[in-house]
């Protein structure tokens, strides 16, 4: 929250793709998004997690550094996640290999994708 110090709240939620949720993402603050992915084929598909911390390029330099802190708690909050990622600059987010990202992480990968 960037008017209240140290407060996390519930910003928005959605169904939609991680492009949609980088549209909340602000340029002055430190936010977290938890993102459901599915992956798999016709024949088995599976839901995974990612957690992202976002730190804004305009966001104050002492609320970058309480990110760790506040990621710490939302893990006690979010405990199943295959993938953790931080993003800085909207540039930098890609659903696509964000993605990829998660099919590595899921170990076996039978989608008959490549893992390049």
Known sequence: ????????VLEATGTGSLDE??????????????????????ESKRAKFVLI????????ILRKAKVSVHKA?????FRDFAVETQFSE???IDQQKLIQTVVKA???NYMGQSSH
């Open 53 to 60: 911390a976002w730190t804004g390029p305009k966001a104050g």
């Open 1 to 8: 929250d960037k008017d209240a110090k140290d407060k996390i």
């Open 73 to 77: 708690n939302m893990k006690q909050v």
């Open 21 to 42: 949720l980088a549209g909340h993402f602000h340029e002055d603050a430190c936010q977290f998004a938890y993102l459901r992915v599915t992956t798999g084929d016709e």
């Open 90 to 92: 909207h540039d930098d």
């Open 106 to 108: 899921g170990g076996a």
